[in-house]
């Protein structure tokens, strides 16, 4: 099957002054894929989403979505694109299915149309018995669940999600994360970005690392952990005075040794048996643990710093 693609980036940059926000960045995201970017604060992520978006113009490269060049056919991009921001701009002056009506009248809809769109939008968003709530009364999980249902009144044929569950609890994340691959499932195609690398895991199909506005890896999450990593990841603490040196006499038993502050981190395809090996050696940490290896350990590998610093 052919897949049409809706977002294609050449050489992309984008430059404040002295600064390269994005600098040089190619990527394309085929129609009903979820495509994430994936980086630090301050990498990117969300100067690439202001240009896709057709709010903000490319220094220079190439740039199509929907096949319209943004800089020149803005309106009728944003048209079709659904946007949920990093932080949540409902109109606090009206209550929460009145946000989605007048929204909705933004773009030409009719009325009659806009409230039973919105009807739609906050049954999806599990936010029915909220319909008339003041958004000031609703929790963080619902004004982002609302912030999302508000973004998809249009129809859009992408939707655009810059950090969706940053300052969420645990809870309210893993009913947002429903919610969005729900949106998945019907073909959505979704472009985020987020720092959290157990989120991208979880709603990315493919992702891009980025870091000061280059990709440093592209894949899927299984792809970059098989390329960058290990199958398992065991971590070891014998404290601060202690991990550099524990670091150091266990170099080569393991395929990698990462020393962190706090503890020392070995990559290898097996981890009971190194722990065993760990044993023998008479090395005794204060705790271990042995786990799959994650997106982290890849940042980490690109990078030599985790994201969540």
């Known amino acids: ?31 009903g894929e979820s495509f994430g970017l994936l980086g630090p604060n301050g990498a990117g992520k969300s100067t690439t989403m202001r240009m896709v978006g057709a709010v903000s113009a490319r220094t220079a490269g190439d740039l199509t979505v929907l096949g319209l060049d943004p ?63 003041k958004v000031d009364d609703l929790s963080g999980g619902m004004k982002r669940r609302l912030t999302i249902a508000r973004a998809l009144i249009n129809t859009p044929r992408v939707l655009m999600l810059d950090e969706p569950t940053t300052g969420l609890d645990p809870q309210a994340r893993h009913v947002l994360w429903d919610r969005l691959f ?38 899927s999450p299984a792809e970059l952990i098989r390329r960058y990593s290990t199958r398992e990841v065991v971590e070891l603490r014998f404290g601060t005075d202690r991990n550099a040196d524990a670091g150091a006499r266990l170099e080569s038993a393991a395929d990698r040794v990462e020393v962190l502050p706090d503890r020392v981190l070995l990559y290898t395809d097996d981890g009971e048996r190194l722990l065993e090996h760990v044993a023998r050696e008479g090395m005794r940490p204060t705790t271990s643990l042995v786990r799959r290896s994650s997106l982290e350990d890849v940042f980490l590998r690109l990078t030599g710093r985790s994201l969540i610093e």
């Open 71 to 133: 800089d020149t056919h803005g309106p009728e991009i944003r048209a079709q694109l659904g946007v949920v921001p990093q932080e949540d701009n409902l109109d606090l002056e009206l209550r929460a299915r009145d946000n989605l009506v007048v929204y909705g009248r933004y773009f030409g809809i009719s009325r009659a149309e806009c409230l039973r769109r919105a009807d739609e939008l906050l049954a999806f968003a599990q936010l029915e018995d909220k319909a008339t709530a």
């Open 1 to 31: 099957m052919l897949l049409v693609t809706v977002i294609s980036a050449r050489g992309l940059v984008k430059r404040y002054g002295d600064l390269a926000a994005v600098d040089g960045i190619d990527f394309e995201v085929p129609a």
């Open 182 to 219: 729900r949106l998945k499932e019907r073909g959505t195609t979704l472009v985020l970005t987020t720092h959290y690398m157990d989120e991208a895991e979880q709603l990315c199909d493919r992702l891009i690392v980025v870091d000061h506005g280059r990709i440093m890896a592209e894949g």
